[in-house]
């Protein structure tokens, strides 16, 4: 594998109950448990309310969310 680690090619799913900080144009702002801010585009959901997301460790991209019941 010409010294490539193949860890890091295998990004685990982290799944993190958040609240919406910041909402504007339609993009809500969230900070998950790795102190990084992402933004969940088309948001339906408003400040304040509380959701669980899914994320890859170490990126950015939301790809689930969904209000927490």
Do not use: W
Not at 4 to 28: H, M, Q, S, W, Y
Request: aromatic content about 6%; charged content about 25%; some cysteine.
């Amino acid at each position: 594998m010409f010294g490539f680690p193949i860890k890091d090619l295998i990004r685990n799913d982290v799944t993190n109950e958040v609240k919406v900080i910041t909402k504007a144009e339609g993009t809500c702002v969230v900070e998950a448990s790795d102190h990084q801010p992402r933004g969940i585009p088309h948001c339906p959901y408003n400040v304040g309310d509380r959701l669980i997301v899914t994320f890859r460790h170490g990126t950015a991209p939301i790809e689930k969310a969904q209000l927490k019941r």
